[in-house]
């Protein structure tokens, strides 16, 4: 199914809402929770690192690798190994972010994966390691035949697309958990942290939304029986 309007306004709002997470997660982590460090006595230093690299990781740079077939003036050989890098980037850094969670955890005496959230981030990092896995084998190298290709590539792009939308819906439900603990230690409900907060979980969800519109657009006409995996 495709919506009967071109991808290029759609992906352009990809990219500015891609933009506005960004400053977003780094106003909260920096100006109002105190920056970042792998290695502090003040440990919340330390998991700040956690929804800067999942955000980045899995939504912004996933998102912009699942449109990059639709965004990219390039060749569809070129788009490919961007999606493809993109999304090694995206898996490296949420493996990272996942690492700080656990090392927050560890050091201030806090229980690992008690969480729906938790337990949804474990699943989504491990299945968005098979899905980049198995596309590398398949479709680039060292590249399956023909036949299995095509059988592949509906099952790479639906698998892809849901374990992304997970990653949006994951990530809102974390910025819930954060702010509910935050509002429970004495944050004010209808101060501007938690109005931040709010709004980067409500822009979260809308880039999500985009990257859907994106998929679901025309492509060009010259590009029509361009492969295009998420």
């Known amino acids: 199914m495709a919506l009967s309007v071109p991808a290029f306004p759609f992906t352009l709002v990809v990219h500015a809402l891609g ?3 960004l400053v977003l997660v780094l106003v909260w982590t920096t100006d109002f929770r105190g920056g970042f ?5 003040n440990k919340s230093l330390i998991f700040n690192i956690h929804p800067l690299l999942m955000l980045i990781g899995l939504i912004v740079i996933g998102g912009e690798a699942i449109i990059s077939y639709k965004s990219l003036p390039f060749t569809k050989e070129v788009k490919k190994l961007i999606h493809l890098v993109l999304h090694a980037i995206a898996l490296v850094l949420g493996i990272v972010g996942i ?7 560890n050091e201030s005496s806090i229980a690992n994966l008690y969480s729906f959230h938790s337990w949804l981030g474990i699943v989504i ?3 968005y390691g098979i899905q980049w896995v198995y596309g590398f ?9 023909n036949g ?5 590539l509906p099952w790479h792009v639906v698998f892809g697309f849901l374990v992304f939308l997970m990653a949006i819906g994951n990530a809102a439900i974390g910025f819930l958990e954060k702010l509910t603990f935050l509002e429970n230690s004495g944050l004010a ?3 501007s942290e938690a109005f931040l907060v709010n709004f980067t979980a409500l822009i979260t969800v809308l880039f999500g939304a985009f990257v859907v519109f994106s998929v679901l657009s025309q492509v060009p006409a010259e590009e029509d029986n361009a492969y295009s995996p998420i």
């Open 19 to 21: 933009i506005s997470l």
């Open 37 to 41: 460090a792998w290695e502090s006595t």
């Open 148 to 152: 299995l290709r095509s059988e592949s």
């Open 125 to 127: 990092i491990v299945l």
């Open 99 to 105: 690492c700080a969670a656990f090392k927050y955890h």
């Open 137 to 145: 084998v398949i479709f680039f190298y060292p590249g399956a035949p």
């Open 189 to 191: 409900k209808y101060g």
